[in-house]
């Protein structure tokens, strides 16, 4: 698993600071308050599988067949491990042009930061597009795509 999600409590116990941007709030269905909340609420979540990447081995609940959700729920109840929840972000939504038209769909947009003897944030960035109309997947490996990120001022 990632170590992300713990980004804030490391933050806190190596520089005693609290983060500025919050992290999105995630389940680690490992541990057993968690799993429970999962659990009742997959409708409304989308789990990930933590050994996935590309947007395999995921359940979003608002989008997801009662059958999808039952196979996740007996997934999670095998190996609790194997898994983390996150609420259903309403994504950003930016024009794109496809099919000879400007359409809307959802974007991440995925900043950069350069790291050596001074930290420099990069004026644009990656951003993911789900390309597929109305999905909230924006990995490549999923029919996803990417575009151009313009900065018109910092």
Not at 35 to 59: D, F, I, N, Q, W
Not at 116 to 124: F, I, P, Q, S
Request: one cysteine or more.
């Amino acid at each position: 698993m990632g170590t992300r999600i713990y980004v804030p409590q490391m933050v806190k116990y190596y520089l005693d600071e609290d983060i500025i941007i919050p992290n999105v709030p995630t389940f680690v269905c490992a541990e057993e308050s968690d799993r429970k909340h999962v659990l009742a609420r997959l409708p409304e979540l989308v789990v990930k599988a933590v050994g996935e990447s590309g947007g395999y081995g995921m359940l979003i609940g608002p989008h997801s067949t009662k059958e999808e959700r039952e196979e996740f729920r007996r997934r999670i109840q095998a190996e609790p491990r194997n898994y983390i929840a996150q609420p259903t972000l309403n994504l950003s939504r930016a024009p794109c042009f496809l099919e000879g038209e400007v359409q809307a769909r959802h974007v991440d947009l995925r900043p950069y930061i350069l790291y050596g003897e001074n930290v420099t944030l990069v004026a644009g960035g990656l951003t993911g597009v789900a390309l597929r109309r109305g999905s909230l997947v924006v990995n490549s490996s999923q029919g996803g795509g990417s575009k151009d990120t313009w900065v018109l001022r910092q």
